[in-house]
């Protein structure tokens, strides 16, 4: 059985950080590309960052230069280090595991506010 957990949101004030963290369980996860996605109320789901299953990254804009994502395959697991967050930054977010099938996990919420 696949699983994708997501853990470490929570509740932080604007300029604070937190790490997202994705496992993964029933996968060979170094296969696979994983991608953090976030949904805010009453907004469509939209993509935060990806690396590849060789490392590479990218970014949507929003998270350039404050977001970074990186992965330990020998844990099964990939974060998101999130720094000078911003209350547009609150919403639930999502990994997402990519190869010859997609995976989500359940989501964590994050909530920037003072």
């Known amino acids: 059985q696949v699983q994708l957990v997501e853990s470490g949101g929570g509740l932080v004030q604007p300029g604070g950080s937190l790490r997202l963290s994705c496992a993964a369980s029933g996968i060979v996860f170094s296969h696979y590309s994983v991608g953090w996605y976030r949904q805010a109320p009453g907004k469509a789901r939209e993509w935060v960052a990806s690396i590849t299953s060789g490392g590479s990254t990218s970014y949507a804009d929003s998270a350039k230069g404050r977001f970074t994502i990186s992965r330990d395959n020998a844990k099964n697991t990939v974060y998101l280090q999130m720094n000078s967050l911003k209350p547009e930054d609150t919403a639930v977010y999502y990994c997402?595991?990519?190869?010859?099938?997609?995976?989500w996990g359940q989501g964590t919420q994050v909530t920037v506010s003072s």
């Open positions: 997402n595991a990519v190869w010859v099938q997609r995976y």
